[in-house]
């Protein structure tokens, strides 16, 4: 346990260094790593402890992103506020929708989820939203520049803000997930009806899961449209969705800190394709996937996992 | 004495070198040097307007016979195309990418509405040029707040002008209905059309009607639009309710002068499904040479467009629109490469992309000439008119301003 705070620290500390050892651009990088590390976590919940699997995060993404772009663009409301107004949107959008999709397990849940990907950027076109949501010219906002004078540039005052709000997330989780309801979850997901004979609420708790991590993919949502500074429906197509659920698998199911290597490889793993090979990127990542699903079943977190149980020996 | 007479030609042979070189500076931003020009570029290559990635490959088979045959000023160019998918974030991610990591002196052709909007204030606070934007929407052109972005495509409004103006100018005492999407680009051409109209827009339009592209038909808004007893139609919409009110104009028993517009001018995905013989007849516009039109097969510019296509572009589809489109955006670029010689900074790419007197592109119609200025950022302000025979699109007249 010690160790483990110390290995903890020293993450902490290197995360505080590398926006004044980089470019702006890996900057920029680094902080779309902490956001889709946040979404990844919530994605990790439903899908990894609790055993329901959702195509469609890219839709909650999509609803946290809108709601901070409108609220900045409209009511001008600080970018701060934003986040917590997207998480609590997608809460409730998440629990709302989880309420009638739960009766549905499994692949049927996969599909639901996945219509709910498919329709969303077309929902955002529709005429009559069109006022708010800008339609398929989407929204411009404007970075926040480091208040109070503080010598960062926007760049990297966005990727301590969102540095501040993933660490928030992550304790949160912890606290979640190593408690009571934690073991709830993962109860339900080995063995639903031995869960509700010791007297866990199986629907509540799978609606609150699903509300949860919808919160989650929410807020990071949000923090991406700050940090790309625009949204439109063609940002939030189903590809994103499948890429989060690429992101878990990777990093590992049903692991806290599988958030983070899952983040860093959706957000480079595409570009390093890209540049191993130009006639063909998608076989490439699909060569890096195979070889990533032989060779490290349990994902990147479950390797690290082995070989500490190997050195504690 | 004797010092200032051994200093004085040397002194002259200094002034001498110095003083062309006052006048020819060689001057780099970065991405220019001695040897080289570096440009960026973002590209559908995969996602779902993969199809339009064959232009960012034109592009770079150009810019290879540009460099096979010396450059531009002895400097060759290195075009980083990039794969965004379509996805706007990707586009800002690689557009941040190839200014702050690779350097480039400007943006070429990046493609998309949604794609160049999210990188629209990047760029021009960046001071980085954001040059022949792959985009129809009419914001492109707008040098007083944006002076560093210049599209490409004819702008939807600059369309409904030259509508107008052939509408005053052969049906001048015409009632006009018009169809259209009720949407930016509907709406944006509608203006266009009514700007051109002027003061008698009022009177000669006597009916509008508007569709959402989530009708199944436009049936009842053709016949509306019939009723009012107009004899011009002006047809604003995407290919498939062109093709369905193409269809109901003429089994209604409609026979207006029939104006389609250019989005919806294609062959085989429009006018085919409506009918053939039900639109002969219709006018639309064109800026760019086509090359399956058999009256070009002789055309110098169309020879040489073909000979490039099969030595550098083997793989491409000489039918393909796409392809035409960007050979003439490379070759644009070039000419505006060419004029800024030996000064490569930023802003006298800006300058010169500003300052295009009368280019007539070898597969631009004819007389449809580029013409900008400091405060007029929009390259195509003239197209020609085509009318279709029952096979193909045919030219006629002048191109329109």
Redesign the interface.
Known sequence: MRRKNIALAVLLVVACALPFLV????V??LT?VLIYAIVLLGLNMLTGYNGQISLGHGAFYAIGAYTAAILMDRFGVPYWLTIPVAGAVCLAAGFLFGLPALRLEGLYLALATFALGVALPQLMKY?HLEHWTG????I?I?KPDAPFGIPLNADQWLYFFSLAVTVVMFILAVNLLRGRIGRAMVAIRDHPIAAGAMGVNVAMYKSLTFGVSAMYTGIGGAL?AIA????????F?V?LSIAFLVGIVVGGLASIEGAIFGAIFIQFVPNLA?QIS?AA??AIYGIFLIAFMYLLPGGIAGLIKALRRRYDR | MTASKTWAPVAFAFALAVAPGAFAQKKYDPGASDTEIRIGQTMP????ASAYGTIGRVEAAYFQKINDEGGINGRKIKLLS??D?????KT??MT??L???DEVLFMFQPL????N??I???LNTKKVPHLLVASGATKWADPRNFPWTMGWNPSYQTEGRIYAKDILANHSSGKIAVLYQ???YGKDLLKGLKDGLGDKAAKMIVAEASY?VSDPTVDSQIVSLKGSGADIFVNIATPKFAALAIRKVYDVGWRPVHYLNNVSLSVGSVLTPAGLEKSVGLITTAYLKDATDAQYANDPGMKDYLAFMKKYYPDGNIADSSNTYGYSAAQALVQILKQCGDNLTRENVMRQAANLKNLQLPLGRPGVLINTTPTDFQMFKSMQLQRFDGKQWVGFGDAVQ
């Open positions: 470019s702006n651009f890996r920029f990088q779309m005429k339609g398929v010219q989407g411009v404007v991406g790309v500074q625009f949204v439109a429906p063609d940002s197509n590809f890209d130009k990127p998608w | 290559y995969s996602g779902p990039v794969d998918g379509y996805s706007p974030p800002v991610e941040r990418k200014v702050e990591q998309g509405t949604a794609a909007s999210a629209h204030k990047y009720n949407d930016d959402e």
